[in-house]
Nanobody, 124 residues
Framework: QVQIVESGGGLVQPGGSLRLSCAAS????????IGWFRQAPGKEREGVSC????????YYADSVKGRFTISRDNAKNTVYLQMNSLKPEDTAIYYC?????????????????WGQGTQVTVSS
């Protein structure tokens, strides 16, 4: 059974950093784009960042541009989201998803497989 597991969430103070990991098992990420999405309380889930396997291109939402960096380690079948200069408004459950239609990797409706999510809380 295909499985995606996120890890690395937690509580951090404003201005701090976290690195989220998205590990896949029983399938290879080589053929998928990987998107990171987040859902804050009372809000819709939104695409934060994604990385495409076909050409390594990336996407970042305006709200995280310059602060978040997405990367992938194909040998480990894992994608990372480095989050720096965190703000309270970054507080959310963060999900990663494998997206076969790579041109639309930031669109949650195009996701094929989802992880269970990891909580990120930015608070002093």
């Amino acid at each position: 059974q295909v499985q995606i597991v996120e890890s690395g969430g937690g509580l951090v103070q404003p201005g701090g950093s976290l690195r989220l990991s998205c590990a896949a098992s029983r399938f290879t990420l080589d053929y998928y784009a990987i998107g990171w999405f987040r859902q804050a309380p009372g809000k819709e889930r939104e695409g934060v960042s994604c990385i495409r396997s076909v050409d390594g291109s990336t996407y970042y939402a305006d709200s995280v541009k310059g602060r978040f960096t997405i990367s992938r380690d194909n040998a480990k079948n894992t994608v990372y989201l480095q989050m720096n200069s965190l703000k309270p408004e970054d507080t959310a459950i963060y999900y990663c998803a494998a997206v076969g239609v790579q041109a639309m990797c930031a669109h949650e409706s195009m996701a094929d497989f989802w992880g269970q999510g990891t909580q990120v809380t930015v608070s002093s």
